[in-house]
């Protein structure tokens, strides 16, 4: 296989290495990516990660930060869909008392709080145009206002930013500001997808193996070769995360069946079989059910159950199509709270494949 590592050592200090701390792999593609992360990581340069749920942004932007002189001091990270538009803004950039109702005391933003060091704000597309129009304030080099603010505070923080979509097709929806999108893409790092880079996925394999093993408390043993051929060959939408999430499992039960994420078990009942959706997803063809006869009935339980289902997941992926995968956005057009519906995209596993 080409791009294999050429030595045992090499491939011994992969395996070992601890979990989250590095960009692992030989590949060609997530070589390219280390070193531009490690040239890009000392100079002030904005940079855009843009990848696949699971790719590893997030520690590429620990990268930047760890291998630049800003190392030692914070490092703080904004997960922008996790906090509710309407403070999202008062996080950022803090509030003065009385700016608002219930601002009892002063509060520093975020990028205060990252002064010297680097702030990561993942999933950028996922704010306010608001909020964007003052990030752009703070990208462009003006001082901080806190809401309510009088006197601007001067940081220095360098940003890297994160979105797992691509932001021309966001600008074209009208989800992110085209000045944002222009002042952002200057340096975008492209986390390759694990299916497009197939030679790293026998050490990564490995690698969290080995880290599992010990975790657990269990002899580490080699998975054999056969099976990291098949695995090898498997598309892992959810990328490096899922493939993590499978040998962690596979450690814990000891089956082999785990690291092969068709294996899920179906979220509906496998009573019969699905019929041919219009678009088969992955999530769907992971819930295989055996044919029977075809002539019993299905108990009706099961089929309003599965109705249910057929019509949320065509519903949530629409609405996810229609914002480029803008969680927020598309819970407040299915009106549902933003945690119900990403414990929909969990239990239907829909992917961004599926939506996009
Ligand atoms: N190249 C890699 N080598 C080792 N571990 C990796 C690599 N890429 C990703 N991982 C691991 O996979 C998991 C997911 O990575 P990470 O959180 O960085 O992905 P992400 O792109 O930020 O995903 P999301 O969009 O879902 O936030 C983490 O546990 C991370 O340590
Ligand atoms: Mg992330």
Redesign the pocket.
């Known amino acids: 296989m080409s791009g294999m590592v050429n030595n045992a050592q090499a491939a011994n200090e992969i395996i070992r290495?601890p979990?989250?701390?590095?960009?692992?792999?030989v590949s060609e593609a997530?070589v390219k990516v280390r070193e531009l992360l490690l040239r890009l990581a000392n100079s002030e340069i904005t940079a855009l990660i843009n990848?696949?749920?699971?790719?590893?942004?997030?520690?590429?932007a620990r990268m930047l930060h760890k291998n630049s002189s800003r190392y030692g001091k914070p490092f703080i990270k904004v997960n922008c869909p996790a906090i509710p538009e309407s403070i999202l803004e008062s996080e950022l950039f803090g509030y003065e008392r009385g700016a608002f109702t219930g601002a009892r005391t002063s509060k520093p933003g975020r990028f205060e709080l990252a002064n010297h060091g680097t702030i990561f704000l993942?999933?950028i597309a996922e704010t306010s145009y608001t909020v964007q129009g003052k990030l752009l304030q703070v990208l462009d080099g003006e001082p901080v206002m806190r809401i309510g603010g009088i006197t601007p505070v001067s940081v220095d923080v360098r940003i890297v930013a994160?979105t797992?979509i691509a932001l021309e097709d966001a600008v074209r929806r009208g989800v992110v500001r085209e000045d944002l999108y222009f002042r952002l893409s200057d340096v975008i790092v492209r986390?390759p997808p694990l299916r497009e880079r197939r030679e790293?996925i026998p050490l990564?394999l490995e690698?969290f193996n080995y880290n599992y093993s010990e975790r657990l408390g269990k002899a580490y043993e080699p998975i054999a070769q056969d099976l990291i051929d098949e695995i090898s060959q498997l598309d892992w939408i959810g990328?490096?995360?899922e493939?993590?999430a499978c040998v962690k499992k596979y450690v814990a039960t000891g089956n082999p069946e785990a690291l092969f994420p068709e294996a899920k078990p179906a979220p509906a009942t496998q009573a019969e079989p699905r019929e041919a959706s219009s678009a088969p997803s992955p999530a769907a063809s992971r819930v295989e059910a055996k044919s029977s006869d075809g002539k019993k009935f299905v108990p009706l339980k099961v089929a309003t159950q599965r109705a249910v289902e057929e019509t949320e997941r065509a519903l949530i992926e629409e609405a996810l199509r229609h914002t480029l995968w803008n969680r927020r956005k598309a819970a407040k057009l299915l009106d549902i709270s933003y945690s119900s519906l990403l414990r929909r995209i969990d239990a239907y596993q829909i992917g961004k494949e599926d939506a996009l």
Do not use: F, P, Q, Y
């Open positions: 290495a979990l989250n701390e590095g960009l692992l792999g997530i990848g696949e749920s699971g790719t590893g942004k997030d520690i590429a993942d999933e994160a797992n986390m790293d990564l690698h990328n490096v995360r493939l993590g």
